[in-house]
């Protein structure tokens, strides 16, 4: 600020050497620098004003572009890297997403294809328990129906040897009677073999 006081103070000077520069203008046109500066003195605009204003300019584009384009271009280069952190993220989300619902696609299919075979087995397993009870049904019933036909046979034949028994019984008292006579234990069992031989046929 010290400088730009020292600016103003010299307004005063100034004005009298613009004044001068005015009464004598063919002696300040010294080529084409000088027709510039005559341009800019007709519009209003001198050296000494230039340079300051030129001080002023390039203090101000400092100060903006220290405090604030600087830190603007800081934030924006921060939230660009954010943006692209954030892209790069979202592109490893949906990866890992795909990659999880082909996992769990593939799984699905895994479990899907286990529980067919686990019905396929359970139905042969069933299959065959109920082929193996009916096999064994079979070899009971068979069993039974042998066992039945063996004991009709053993009471078929018990009955025969009692029935054979009886008759020769009575065929031997019928003889007795008939004969009127007292057989002995040799002659009755004579008898009994030829009637036992007898109903055999």
Known sequence: MTFLSALLAAEPAHEAVKAAAHAAPAAQSTG???DIMDTFSRFGVDKPHLIVQLINFTILAFVLYRFAIK?????????????????KDRSAAEAR???????AEAQLVAASDDAAKILADARNSAKA?????????????????????AAIEADRAKMLN???????????????????QNLDDAQRGRLNEAAVKQLAR
């Open 71 to 87: 830190p603007a271009l800081g934030q924006l280069e921060e939230r660009i890297r954010q943006a692209e952190q954030l892209q």
């Open 32 to 34: 084409p620098l000088g």
């Open 162 to 180: 009692e029935v054979r028994g009886e008759v020769s019984r009575l065929v031997v008292e019928t003889a007795v009677k008939v004969l009127e």
């Open 129 to 149: 328990a109920i082929e193996s009870a009916r096999a064994e049904a079979q070899a009971a019933q068979i069993e039974v129906i042998a066992k039945a036909k």
């Open 97 to 103: 997403l795909a990659s999880a619902q082909k996992t």
